[in-house]
RNA sequence: GUGGUCGUAGCUUAGUUGGUCUAAAGCGUCAGUUUGUGGCACUGAAGAUCGUGGGUUCAAAUCCCACCGACCACCCCA
């Protein structure tokens, strides 16, 4: 007898702020994503690559940029045994590229086209649509600098979200220059703002000398207003960036993708160059919840120490997916329900009904069982509840005689066969 | 990290000017009515120290404080 003091050790722990658990029904939704997402990136000809979860902190401190909000104040950093300071990847690109420069891909043929998918890690406050640890669906095309890369990988994205059903959903792009014309841009963006440094917000003072970019898409409404006359990135890019723009563009006119220029879209990787983009269900533009986004990042792979080489790439929320999904009530088929439900009666009976289960399941037929009930109400329960279209019913007698009954759940229509036609009786009913 | 709302069985909720609340209901679970036949119905059982910990009080699910967590708006992003 347990008293009520021993049995409390039931709510002791929960699962870490911003982590949860994806309970059995859920797993639908995410079955479904990934399979939609491979199924995508085969067919555009992207190859998996799986990276670990842990990597070298500096890895992002130099690939991501120290001045981004993920270095600054979300990775979940941690000191081995050893001394190695290591983090929880919070996004995968620079592992993709530290991997691309390790493992010698950049001897394969290019453009090399990779995808994953896996859990990420943000130290943030939680919320709806938001988590500390979520997943993503990561895709890069490394090695080309041709804007239709850009383009297409957009299309990517649009294949996957158009894969599961999902309409209304709309690209923001923006482009924010190289190394060439983003110095000359930054200046002109300092020379403007300094002028009316009083007006600014306290957070906007700071970005002023940190991160000037930033400024373009803060919120606040001095800001916002500030705003309306600051010089726009897309007036101001070096030829090159322009003509690199227009070509983007005219591809997604022709991939028919819907998309608005955002010229206050910067994003906040310090490793973009040119193309910067989010793509958000129309409904929701001005929430927090892009399904996902990317960029090209032409200098990346220099950063981390490679050759001149260019990368696109983008990531998308499928925690966000798999809520936007049930928001918009779009059904996902759950294939491999049972179609047969095998009821077993007595001690001879369960061990027939043991070894009939094995041979249905290798003959592959879908088939349920409870071994741990005894009762044929009981387990007739079960079936119902399973909504099985047939039950089979093999009890002291079947089991002497080397039968079983076969039970049309509808009906109740009942026919005994001998176990040898089981199989081919059950695959002539489920057919129908 | 900032501001706000909230937290009662697995789920949805009732109960909160403190007092038979040793906490109630529906759904769900399990069992029985039906000892070899499900769905309906009826009966019953299990399941909650009212998020956790302190405090106030003769008395706390109800008041106060702290912490934890969820959600919302920021921040930022997926």
Redesign the pocket.
């Known amino acids: 007898m347990s008293s009520?003091?021993e049995?409390?050790s039931?709510?002791m722990f929960?699962?870490?702020?911003?982590?949860?658990d994806i309970l059995p029904e859920e797993q639908i939704y995410w079955e479904k994503i990934r399979q939609v997402v491979q199924k995508v990136a085969k067919s555009y000809g992207f190859e998996r690559l799986d990276t670990p979860i842990l990597e070298e902190e500096g890895l992002f401190i130099k690939g991501t940029g120290s001045s981004?909000?993920?270095v600054q104040?979300?990775m979940y950093s941690l000191k081995t045994k050893g001394g190695d300071r290591l983090v929880l990847r919070p996004?995968f690109t620079p592992a993709f590229i530290r991997a691309y420069l390790e493992d010698g891909l950049s001897s394969r043929p290019h453009p090399l086209k990779l995808y994953t998918t896996g859990p990420?890690f943000?130290y943030?406050?939680?919320?709806?649509?938001?988590?500390?640890q979520?997943e993503?669906a990561n895709f890069e095309i490394i090695g080309e600098n041709d804007p239709v890369l850009d383009a297409q990988l957009i299309q990517v994205f649009f294949s996957i979200v158009g894969g599961l059903g999902l309409k209304d959903i709309v690209a923001q792009i923006n482009s924010i220059g190289c190394r060439q014309c983003r110095p000359a841009y930054r200046k002109k963006l300092v020379n403007f703002y300094n002028k009316r440094k009083g007006e600014l917000c306290f957070?906007c003072q700071k970005?002023l000398r940190q991160n000037p970019l930033?400024l373009l898409?803060?919120?606040?409404d001095r800001c916002v207003l500030i705003n309306e006359e600051t010089p726009q990135t897309i007036d101001n890019l070096c030829l090159d960036c322009h003509n690199h723009f227009k070509n983007v563009l005219e591809y997604l006119d022709e991939l028919e993708i819907p998309y608005i220029l955002n010229s206050r879209l910067?994003?906040?990787?310090d490793y973009y160059t040119k193309t910067v983009f989010?793509?958000w269900p129309e409904e929701e533009a001005?929430?927090?919840?892009?399904?996902?986004?990317?960029g090209r990042y032409d200098n990346l792979i220099k950063i981390l120490g490679g050759k001149e080489t260019s990368g696109v790439g983008f990531?998308?929320?499928i925690?966000?997916l798999v809520n936007f999904i049930k928001e918009k009530n779009i059904k996902v088929s759950s294939e491999s329900l049972p179609s047969i439900f095998l009821v077993q009666?007595?001690e001879l009976?369960k061990k027939k009904a043991l070894k009939l289960f094995e041979d249905l399941r290798r003959a592959n037929i879908k088939v349920a069982s409870q071994f741990s009930?005894n009762?044929?109400?009981?387990q007739?329960?079960?079936?119902?509840?399973m909504k099985v279209p047939f039950?089979l019913?093999?009890?002291?007698?079947?089991a002497l005689d080397g039968t079983v009954?076969i039970?049309?759940?509808?009906?109740?229509s009942?026919e005994t066969v001998l176990w040898e036609k089981v199989i081919k009786e059950l695959k002539k009913r489920v057919k129908k």
């Open positions: 009520k003091k049995r409390k039931k709510n929960q699962a870490p702020k911003g982590t949860r981004t909000d993920i104040k979300e996004e990420l943000r943030e406050r939680s919320q709806k649509g938001r988590y500390r979520h993503q957070d970005r930033r898409d803060c919120k606040d910067v994003r906040g990787l989010e793509i001005g929430r927090q919840s892009a399904l996902g986004g990317g990531g998308l929320g925690d966000r009666l007595g009976g009930k009762t044929m109400n009981a007739l329960k079960s079936a119902d509840k039950a019913i093999l009890g002291q007698k079947e009954i039970r049309d759940m509808k009906s109740g009942q």
